[in-house]
């Protein structure tokens, strides 16, 4: 099976630089995704990373590890409108669809004015 | 960009009805759509996976009778929950995955529909 771990919530103010981290485990590692989801809505992508290293677009950046399955979402120059919820996901590879996903517990992040 | 459609957006039964809910791919054509359901402050729990033709894939501990797939155009799959009780009241979301089309998806995203709250009375 899989597993993800990422903390449950994280404050920080407006302006500042805030790290979501997520490690894994699973079979069949194919790559690590980044959604937002704010209350009530659905889920939008923000970044893959399907080797290592960093992945920039804008002010989000999302790096991966595969050999500590470790990755990480950077979030910078923050806003409040960034308060959502943040899920780390493994693409796995499967005999069916490649882009079935598996999703961590999502990190609750609130900004403070 | 890819536009994922879902209807209802909320809806509201009795106990011991059934409920369907739409999920459709505007400008792309979906060989593949996926169901998630997530309760208040949890993760997106993958139920099924829908192949467009095809019997939909279930997840472990997902009831294939309670919880009816059919996806039978490349455009359409729906999910109806059959008997619902108030222990199916839940957030149930649909993605997909495009082939070809006007809109061309990254392989490694998803669009998912903006979601279906189910309240089971």
């Not at chain 1, 999302?62 to 470790?70: E, K, Q, T």
Request: net charge neutral.
């Amino acid at each position: 099976g899989q597993s993800l771990e990422q903390p449950s919530e994280v404050t920080a103010v407006e302006g500042a630089i805030v790290q979501i981290n997520c490690t894994y485990q699973t079979s069949g590692f194919y790559g690590l995704s980044w959604y937002q989801q704010h209350d009530g809505g659905a889920p939008t992508f923000l970044s893959y990373n399907g080797l290592d290293g960093l992945e920039e677009t804008g002010r989000f950046s999302s790096f991966l590890s595969r050999s500590d399955s470790y990755g990480y979402l950077l979030l910078q120059e923050l806003q409040m409108k960034d308060s959502a919820s943040y899920f780390c996901a493994v693409r796995r590879r499967s005999s069916g669809s490649a882009r079935q996903l598996t999703f961590g517990s999502g990190t609750q992040l609130t900004v403070l004015p | 960009g890819a536009v994922v459609s879902q209807h209802p957006s909320r809806v509201i039964c009795k106990s011991g009805t059934s409920v369907k809910i739409e999920c459709r791919s505007l400008d792309f054509q979906a060989t593949t759509m996926f169901w998630y359901r997530q309760f208040p402050k949890q993760s997106l729990m993958l139920m099924a996976t829908s192949n467009e033709g095809s019997k939909a894939t279930y997840e472990q501990g997902v009831e294939k009778d309670k919880f009816l797939i059919n996806h039978a155009s490349l455009t359409l799959s729906t999910l109806t929950v059959t008997s619902a009780h108030p222990e199916d009241s839940s957030f149930y979301i649909c993605s997909a995955v495009g082939v070809s089309g006007p809109s061309t998806i990254g392989a490694n995203v998803l669009t998912f529909g903006a979601g279906s709250r189910l309240t089971v009375l």
